[in-house]
């Protein structure tokens, strides 16, 4: 798997979900691939395996913040998108810090080694050798542990299919989420899976991702397939499902 595209390390975007069903992503598949091709992040079909390894404060603040629509939150994640080899300590993953204001979202995040990661998120040691244009984000990563004492709490998986636009569509990315589950026990990446479904089976997370405008073929394609914004956030979710509701109640 090429990770060109995945190693960009700041932007910024509006993202668009909906919560669909598989014949509905076929049609929609179908309908998109006269505009957009697929990821070269893929097996050629712009299929991947994405993991990702959640931090939250010890009273959940960036559960509540999402479940409570706060118009400016923010969360910490370990990502790895997963190849035929088995990760390791020297295994390259992200250490992403997702934002939200208001529909825009944004990312910053760095590369490091999955050993090194750890050592960040989980026992506050900054990496030996770091890039100046990683020292902003390694900074504000490190402020943010210690700000909320971050932990991790939960690890999601799912099968990605994405589509990226053309020339004519720079920016645009049309992802389907499938397959999508989680844990909230052995919170290590390295660790045998002890996954539990998040969705139906019959159910997509359909993601509509640019970077200013979704030109008018999309929006009319969205429209006559009668397609409705949802709020849902995988992370949340997967909380929701470790005692199947909300287990944690605020303070």
């Not at 990702?52 to 009273?59: A, F, N, Q, R, T």
């Not at 999601?156 to 720079?170: C, E, N």
């Not at 073929?217 to 956030?233: D, Q």
């Amino acid at each position: 798997m090429s990770t060109l595209s995945h190693s960009i390390r700041n932007f910024n975007r509006f993202e668009l979900k909906y919560l669909i069903t598989l014949r509905q992503a076929e049609m929609l598949r179908s309908s998109i691939s006269d505009y957009l091709h697929p990821d070269e992040n893929g097996n050629g079909n712009g299929n991947y395996l994405l993991t990702s390894l959640y931090y939250d404060s010890p009273d959940y603040s960036c559960y509540w913040e999402k479940m409570d629509g706060v118009r400016f939150r923010r969360k910490l994640r370990l990502r790895h998108y997963q190849t035929q080899e088995k990760i390791n300590d020297n295994t390259p993953v992200f250490v992403e810090i997702k934002q939200r204001y208001d529909r825009v979202t944004q990312k910053r995040r760095v590369t490091l080694s999955y050993q090194q990661a750890l050592l960040l998120c989980n026992q506050r040691q900054l990496p030996d050798q770091i890039s100046l244009k990683d020292i902003p984000v390694i900074q504000e990563i490190s402020g943010f542990i210690w700000q909320y004492n971050l932990q991790p709490v939960s690890i999601v998986r799912y099968q990605r299919q994405a589509f990226v636009g053309s020339d004519f569509d720079l920016g645009l990315r049309i992802t389907f989420d499938t397959q999508m589950s989680s844990q909230t026990r052995q919170l290590d990446l390295m660790h045998e899976p002890d996954l539990y479904p998040m969705f139906s089976p019959d159910q997509v997370i359909m993601e509509i991702k640019v970077n200013e405008r979704i030109p008018y073929w999309l929006t009319e394609m969205v429209a006559n397939h009668n397609l409705r914004l949802v709020r849902v956030s995988k992370y949340c979710r997967s909380i929701d499902i470790a005692k199947d509701y909300s287990p944690y109640s605020k303070s």
